[in-house]
């Protein structure tokens, strides 16, 4: 027995999706997330601006319209906005000189958080790190500065770990790690931990 199959009245290739629609639904789908405690806002955020940027989002539209979009599904769902008053308009300025808004909002706390972090000081050793990450720095030039050796016959990668491992404050983790250097090693890297003290 043959039943008939029905055809689709409209084929799967010619139904099209409004990209803005679908990251507009994704940003209320977070914030209910989140809202729910369910996720934490960072993530939520992380994972919306991610997403935005794999899909071609941010290219069409541009980060302002994208932000602006977040800030439509989380502000409503925000308790500690007086009189939650998300739905009104405001201009947020991404200039240098922060435009801060009149309500505490999702935006008003990204531009804080963008003007603090244009105020930080220039960190060099994070800078360079940074330009051997470069496309054109080959993997030999890399691994060369990183492992350049001190007057001390040190590796700086091992200093480092040092320095690391000190401020993560895990006392027996830097004791197996201390242990296991060589003597002349360990001498070396108390002598650079004590320097670090003594510039701070």
């Not at 250097?181 to 003290?197: D, T, V, Y």
Request: net charge negative; with cysteine; charged share 35%.
């Amino acid at each position: 027995m043959n039943a008939p199959i029905r055809k689709p009245l409209v084929a799967a290739e010619d139904i099209r999706v409004d990209p803005v629609e679908v990251f507009r639904l994704r940003c209320h789908s977070r914030a209910k997330l989140w809202h729910n405690g369910e996720i934490d806002l960072h993530s939520a955020v992380d994972e919306l601006q991610h997403a935005a940027e794999a899909s071609g989002l941010v290219k069409a539209i541009g980060q302002d319209a994208v932000q602006a979009l977040m800030v439509e599904a989380f502000a409503p769902l925000r308790d500690d906005v007086s009189g939650n008053s998300a739905k009104s308009s405001r201009s947020y300025s991404t200039k240098a000189e922060p435009d801060v808004p009149v309500d505490d909002t999702f935006a008003a706390a990204c531009c804080r958080a963008d003007e603090k972090q244009r105020r930080k000081p220039a960190d060099p050793r994070r800078d360079r790190l940074r330009q051997l990450t470069d496309d054109d720095v080959s993997l030999e030039r890399a691994w060369h500065e990183l492992n350049e050796r001190t007057s001390g016959d040190v590796l700086i990668a091992t200093l480092r770990t040092a320095e690391h491992l000190m401020q993560q404050g895990d006392a027996e983790r830097w004791r197996e790690w201390f242990d296991a250097r060589s003597a002349a090693e360990r001498a070396a890297i108390l002598q650079h931990l004590e320097k670090g003290r003594r510039g701070k």
